[in-house]
């Protein structure tokens, strides 16, 4: 069982940046795939970036090049940076995890991935 724990979010501005944060419980440097997801007001949950046991990196196109998605050296926490936020980035954003060695979960692709956060807010106001 790997429980996983999110904070960082808040509220910004258009524009502004926010680093959001995953805590294991357990080891999660190898041998797993991290994933970062979103749930918007009346939306359906999104996969937006992911990170695979070797270090590949995949992101949702609407985020690709604002956001950046890392492992820490530890192993047990994985992070998001969140750059040029938008009015549209605000949700509830969930990190998740699979044990995965090969790049599969990269598809983002969240009935794949078993173990969940709580989620953490972020609101980006115009």
């Known amino acids: 069982q790997v429980r996983l724990m999110e904070s960082g979010g808040g509220s910004v501005q258009d524009g502004g940046s926010l680093r959001l944060s995953c805590e294991a419980s357990?080891?999660?440097?190898?041998?797993?795939?991290m994933g970062w997801f979103r749930q918007g007001p009346s939306q359906e949950r999104e996969g937006i970036a992911a990170?695979?046991?070797?270090?590949?990196?995949h992101y949702e196109p609407s985020v690709k090049g604002r956001f950046t998605i890392s492992k820490d050296l530890t192993g047990n926490i994985f992070y998001l940076q969140m750059n040029d936020l938008k009015p549209a980035d605000t949700a509830l954003y969930l990190c998740?995890?699979?044990?995965?060695?090969?790049?599969?979960?990269?598809?983002?692709?969240?009935?794949?991935?078993?173990?969940w956060g709580q989620g953490t807010q972020v609101t980006v106001s115009s």
């Open positions: 998740a995890a699979v044990r995965a060695t090969a790049s599969w979960c990269l598809n983002l692709l969240g009935h794949e991935f078993d173990y």
């Open positions: 357990t080891f999660v440097g190898s041998g797993f795939c």
């Open positions: 990170i695979d046991s070797g270090g590949l990196t």
